[in-house]
């Protein structure tokens, strides 16, 4: 069994209204040395699968069909043994 961890971030220059709004509400809280703020996903899979490659290969698909919007967004696959 694999386990894998997706993180998935906007690519620079996508506005992300949600960091601007954590930015501000930390700003709020006298939180002064942020220069700014963004907001990403993690999406943990556990996989039946023994080769890495293979699972690579599967997530990869997974990401670009659902999990991420290559468009507007970048993913990193991280995999290890479970």
Do not use: H
């Not at 709020?28 to 963004?38: A, D, E």
């Amino acid at each position: 069994m694999l386990k894998a961890r997706v993180t998935v971030t906007l690519k620079p220059g996508v506005l992300d209204p949600q960091g601007r709004a954590i930015q501000g509400a930390l700003e709020t809280m006298n939180v002064k040395s942020l220069r700014n703020v963004r907001v990403g996903k993690i999406i943990e899979l556990e996989m039946e699968e023994k080769s890495p490659d293979t699972a690579r290969a599967a997530i990869k698909k997974m990401c670009e069909a659902l999990l991420a919007n290559p468009v507007m967004e970048n993913y990193k696959i991280d995999i290890e043994k479970a």
